[in-house]
Protein backbone atom coordinates (compact mmCIF):
# COMPACT_ATOMS: atom_id res chain seq x y z
CA UNK A 1 0.00 0.00 0.00
CA UNK A 2 1.26 3.55 -0.93
CA UNK A 3 1.57 6.50 0.97
CA UNK A 4 1.36 9.82 0.30
CA UNK A 5 3.88 12.57 2.81
CA UNK A 6 2.43 16.09 3.19
CA UNK A 7 5.87 17.55 4.06
CA UNK A 8 6.65 20.82 4.92
CA UNK A 9 9.96 21.86 3.61
CA UNK A 10 10.47 24.99 5.36
CA UNK A 11 10.81 28.48 5.06
CA UNK A 12 14.54 27.96 2.66
CA UNK A 13 17.06 27.90 4.97
CA UNK A 14 18.08 23.86 4.19
CA UNK A 15 18.70 23.21 7.63
CA UNK A 16 15.23 23.94 8.50
CA UNK A 17 14.24 20.95 7.49
CA UNK A 18 12.71 18.75 10.10
CA UNK A 19 14.42 15.08 10.66
CA UNK A 20 11.32 13.63 9.66
CA UNK A 21 10.85 15.07 6.22
CA UNK A 22 14.31 14.34 5.30
CA UNK A 23 13.99 10.65 6.51
CA UNK A 24 10.82 10.49 3.95
CA UNK A 25 12.81 12.69 1.03
CA UNK A 26 15.67 10.06 1.45
CA UNK A 27 13.07 7.03 0.67
CA UNK A 28 10.89 8.69 -1.81
CA UNK A 29 9.52 7.02 -5.01
CA UNK A 30 8.33 10.11 -6.34
CA UNK A 31 9.03 13.54 -5.30
CA UNK A 32 6.38 16.50 -6.17
CA UNK A 33 7.31 19.53 -5.64
CA UNK A 34 6.59 23.15 -5.22
CA UNK A 35 8.63 26.50 -6.55
CA UNK A 36 9.01 27.41 -2.84
CA UNK A 37 10.57 24.22 -1.34
CA UNK A 38 14.41 25.11 -1.62
CA UNK A 39 15.72 22.53 -4.52
CA UNK A 40 18.84 21.34 -2.50
CA UNK A 41 16.51 18.93 -0.46
CA UNK A 42 15.75 16.84 -3.65
CA UNK A 43 19.67 16.27 -3.72
CA UNK A 44 19.10 14.61 -0.26
CA UNK A 45 16.64 11.57 -2.42
CA UNK A 46 17.94 8.39 -3.51
CA UNK A 47 19.02 7.02 -7.02
CA UNK A 48 15.97 6.22 -9.16
CA UNK A 49 13.66 8.92 -7.46
CA UNK A 50 10.98 10.93 -9.83
CA UNK A 51 10.76 14.42 -9.54
CA UNK A 52 7.43 16.20 -10.41
CA UNK A 53 7.10 19.88 -10.42
CA UNK A 54 4.11 21.95 -9.62
CA UNK A 55 5.42 24.81 -9.47
CA UNK A 56 3.57 27.74 -7.91
CA UNK A 57 4.13 30.76 -6.28
CA UNK A 58 1.96 33.74 -5.03
CA UNK A 59 -1.00 32.50 -6.30
CA UNK A 60 0.20 32.45 -9.66
CA UNK A 61 -0.15 28.41 -10.67
CA UNK A 62 2.25 26.99 -13.27
CA UNK A 63 -0.90 23.64 -12.73
CA UNK A 64 -4.15 24.64 -11.40
CA UNK A 65 -4.95 23.15 -7.95
CA UNK A 66 -7.14 20.35 -9.04
CA UNK A 67 -4.50 18.70 -11.42
CA UNK A 68 -1.90 18.75 -8.56
CA UNK A 69 -4.58 16.94 -6.73
CA UNK A 70 -4.79 14.36 -9.48
CA UNK A 71 -0.78 14.04 -10.00
CA UNK A 72 -0.83 13.24 -6.47
CA UNK A 73 -3.23 10.73 -6.66
CA UNK A 74 -1.88 8.91 -10.13
CA UNK A 75 1.74 9.18 -8.20
CA UNK A 76 0.37 7.19 -5.52
CA UNK A 77 -1.06 4.38 -7.60
CA UNK A 78 2.13 3.93 -9.30
CA UNK A 79 4.49 4.22 -6.24
CA UNK A 80 5.03 2.91 -2.79
CA UNK A 81 6.42 6.69 -0.94
CA UNK A 82 4.97 9.45 -2.34
CA UNK A 83 6.47 13.01 -1.02
CA UNK A 84 4.34 16.14 -1.82
CA UNK A 85 6.94 18.96 -0.88
CA UNK A 86 5.39 22.45 0.35
CA UNK A 87 7.66 25.25 1.29
CA UNK A 88 7.21 25.99 4.82
CA UNK A 89 4.09 24.01 6.57
CA UNK A 90 1.83 22.17 4.12
CA UNK A 91 -1.42 23.61 6.48
CA UNK A 92 -0.28 27.06 6.03
CA UNK A 93 -1.70 28.37 3.40
CA UNK A 94 -0.04 25.45 1.45
CA UNK A 95 -3.13 23.99 0.29
CA UNK A 96 -2.57 20.84 2.06
CA UNK A 97 -6.07 20.32 3.66
CA UNK A 98 -7.61 20.26 0.41
CA UNK A 99 -5.10 17.41 -1.13
CA UNK A 100 -5.20 15.10 1.68
CA UNK A 101 -9.53 15.90 1.61
CA UNK A 102 -8.65 14.16 -2.29
CA UNK A 103 -6.87 11.43 -1.02
CA UNK A 104 -9.30 10.58 1.81
CA UNK A 105 -11.91 10.43 -0.86
CA UNK A 106 -9.90 8.11 -3.15
CA UNK A 107 -8.63 6.08 0.49
CA UNK A 108 -5.21 7.04 0.05
CA UNK A 109 -3.21 6.80 3.02
CA UNK A 110 -1.41 9.79 4.03
CA UNK A 111 0.57 11.63 6.94
CA UNK A 112 1.45 15.65 7.44
CA UNK A 113 4.30 15.95 8.51
CA UNK A 114 4.74 20.06 9.09
CA UNK A 115 7.08 22.16 8.49
CA UNK A 116 8.32 25.45 10.00
CA UNK A 117 5.99 28.35 8.77
CA UNK A 118 7.82 31.35 7.05
CA UNK A 119 4.93 33.17 9.00
CA UNK A 120 7.06 32.66 12.04
CA UNK A 121 10.49 31.81 10.85
CA UNK A 122 11.41 34.66 8.84
CA UNK A 123 10.42 37.27 11.27
CA UNK A 124 12.70 35.50 13.42
CA UNK A 125 15.61 35.39 11.29
CA UNK A 126 14.91 39.36 10.92
CA UNK A 127 14.93 39.96 14.50
CA UNK A 128 11.60 40.48 14.83
CA UNK A 129 9.74 38.00 17.37
CA UNK A 130 6.23 37.61 16.53
CA UNK A 131 5.14 37.90 20.24
CA UNK A 132 6.47 39.72 23.35
CA UNK A 133 5.60 40.33 26.78
CA UNK A 134 4.24 43.87 26.93
CA UNK A 135 4.08 44.20 23.42
CA UNK A 136 2.22 41.89 21.16
CA UNK A 137 -0.49 39.60 23.02
CA UNK A 138 -1.19 37.63 20.05
CA UNK A 139 -0.55 37.47 16.44
CA UNK A 140 -2.40 36.19 12.93
CA UNK A 141 -1.45 35.22 9.50
CA UNK A 142 -3.46 36.62 7.15
CA UNK A 143 -3.73 35.87 3.00
CA UNK A 144 -2.74 39.43 1.72
CA UNK A 145 -3.80 37.37 -1.64
CA UNK A 146 -7.20 38.97 -1.42
CA UNK A 147 -7.44 42.65 -2.21
CA UNK A 148 -8.12 44.87 0.75
CA UNK A 149 -11.38 46.65 -1.92
CA UNK A 150 -13.23 43.81 -2.06
CA UNK A 151 -16.57 43.99 -1.57
CA UNK A 152 -17.11 40.52 -0.15
CA UNK A 153 -14.29 39.83 1.66
CA UNK A 154 -13.77 37.61 4.82
CA UNK A 155 -10.37 39.12 6.00
CA UNK A 156 -11.96 41.00 9.63
CA UNK A 157 -10.09 44.77 8.62
CA UNK A 158 -12.10 46.24 11.35
CA UNK A 159 -10.26 43.89 14.00
CA UNK A 160 -6.89 44.67 13.01
CA UNK A 161 -6.94 47.86 15.07
CA UNK A 162 -5.41 46.21 17.98
CA UNK A 163 -1.52 45.63 18.29
CA UNK A 164 -1.89 41.93 17.85
CA UNK A 165 1.16 41.44 15.55
CA UNK A 166 -0.19 40.92 11.69
CA UNK A 167 1.84 38.67 9.13
CA UNK A 168 0.45 39.33 5.54
CA UNK A 169 1.52 35.78 3.47
CA UNK A 170 1.16 36.59 -0.82
CA UNK A 171 0.25 40.08 -0.22
CA UNK A 172 3.49 41.41 -1.62
CA UNK A 173 1.36 42.87 -4.77
CA UNK A 174 -1.38 44.49 -2.67
CA UNK A 175 1.24 45.98 -0.21
CA UNK A 176 -0.11 49.68 -1.05
CA UNK A 177 -3.81 48.23 -0.50
CA UNK A 178 -3.10 46.90 2.56
CA UNK A 179 -1.03 49.93 4.23
CA UNK A 180 -4.06 52.40 3.27
CA UNK A 181 -6.54 49.53 4.37
CA UNK A 182 -5.17 49.48 8.07
CA UNK A 183 -4.92 53.31 8.00
CA UNK A 184 -8.50 53.70 7.09
CA UNK A 185 -9.67 50.84 9.56
CA UNK A 186 -7.46 53.29 12.38
CA UNK A 187 -4.18 52.63 12.67
CA UNK A 188 -1.54 55.16 12.69
CA UNK A 189 0.30 56.51 9.75
CA UNK A 190 3.60 56.15 11.39
CA UNK A 191 2.58 52.36 12.80
CA UNK A 192 5.50 50.13 12.25
CA UNK A 193 5.83 47.33 9.59
CA UNK A 194 8.61 44.87 7.87
CA UNK A 195 8.81 43.15 4.63
CA UNK A 196 10.79 40.41 4.51
CA UNK A 197 12.28 39.27 1.25
CA UNK A 198 13.66 35.58 0.77
CA UNK A 199 13.57 35.16 4.73
CA UNK A 200 15.87 32.47 6.48
CA UNK A 201 17.85 32.04 2.60
CA UNK A 202 21.76 33.66 1.83
CA UNK A 203 19.53 36.56 -0.12
CA UNK A 204 16.98 37.70 2.93
CA UNK A 205 16.45 41.33 2.82
CA UNK A 206 14.42 43.11 5.18
CA UNK A 207 13.32 46.59 4.69
CA UNK A 208 11.59 48.47 7.99
CA UNK A 209 9.26 51.48 7.57
CA UNK A 210 6.06 52.86 8.50
CA UNK A 211 2.63 51.89 6.90
CA UNK A 212 2.72 55.23 5.31
CA UNK A 213 6.34 54.54 3.98
CA UNK A 214 6.72 50.96 3.15
CA UNK A 215 5.41 51.10 -0.20
CA UNK A 216 8.28 53.13 -1.06
CA UNK A 217 10.82 51.44 0.85
CA UNK A 218 9.93 48.04 -0.06
CA UNK A 219 10.09 49.01 -3.93
CA UNK A 220 11.54 46.18 -6.56
CA UNK A 221 12.33 43.57 -3.49
CA UNK A 222 11.81 39.60 -5.14
CA UNK A 223 9.21 37.34 -3.74
CA UNK A 224 8.63 35.09 -2.15
CA UNK A 225 8.27 38.31 0.46
CA UNK A 226 5.48 38.47 3.80
CA UNK A 227 4.53 41.51 5.18
CA UNK A 228 5.07 42.21 9.05
CA UNK A 229 3.11 44.78 10.79
CA UNK A 230 2.92 45.23 14.36
CA UNK A 231 5.04 46.80 17.25
CA UNK A 232 7.02 44.44 17.98
CA UNK A 233 9.27 45.24 14.14
CA UNK A 234 11.00 48.08 16.11
CA UNK A 235 12.15 45.15 18.59
CA UNK A 236 14.77 44.52 15.70
CA UNK A 237 16.85 47.18 16.41
CA UNK A 238 18.57 44.91 19.28
CA UNK A 239 17.38 41.52 17.72
CA UNK A 240 18.73 41.98 14.54
CA UNK A 241 21.08 38.63 14.34
CA UNK A 242 21.69 36.71 10.88
CA UNK A 243 24.72 37.64 8.70
CA UNK A 244 24.44 36.21 5.90
N1 LIG B 1 3.09 27.17 3.37
C1 LIG B 1 3.96 28.31 3.32
C2 LIG B 1 3.25 29.54 2.79
C3 LIG B 1 2.71 29.38 1.39
S1 LIG B 1 2.00 30.86 0.76
C4 LIG B 1 4.58 28.56 4.69
O1 LIG B 1 4.13 27.97 5.68
O2 LIG B 1 5.55 29.31 4.77
C5 LIG B 1 3.39 31.59 -0.04
C6 LIG B 1 3.78 32.86 0.68
O3 LIG B 1 4.59 32.55 1.80
C7 LIG B 1 4.63 33.79 -0.14
O4 LIG B 1 3.84 34.61 -0.97
C8 LIG B 1 5.30 34.62 0.92
O5 LIG B 1 4.43 35.60 1.45
C9 LIG B 1 5.51 33.59 2.01
N2 LIG B 1 6.87 33.02 2.00
C10 LIG B 1 7.21 31.75 1.77
N3 LIG B 1 8.55 31.57 1.91
C11 LIG B 1 9.04 32.77 2.26
C12 LIG B 1 10.35 33.26 2.59
N4 LIG B 1 11.42 32.45 2.57
N5 LIG B 1 10.48 34.57 2.92
C13 LIG B 1 9.43 35.38 2.96
N6 LIG B 1 8.18 35.00 2.68
C14 LIG B 1 7.97 33.71 2.34
Redo the contacts with the bound molecule.
Sequence with gaps: MSTVYLT?AG??DMELLTLKALRVVQEADVIIYDR?ANPQILKKAKNGCEFVYVGK??GKHIMPQDQINETIYQNALKHQTVVRL?????F???RGGEEAAYLHERNIPFEIIP?I???VS?PAYAGIPVTHRGVAVSFRVVT?HESPDKESSQIPWENFKTDDTIV?????HNLDKISKKLIEVGKAPTYPCAV??????SQ?RVVVGTLENIVERAQGIP????IVVGKVVALREQLQWFRH
Excluded: R
Aim: hydrophobic content about 35%.
Design positions: GPGLEDKGGDPVFGGTSAAGFLMGLISKGTTQTPAL
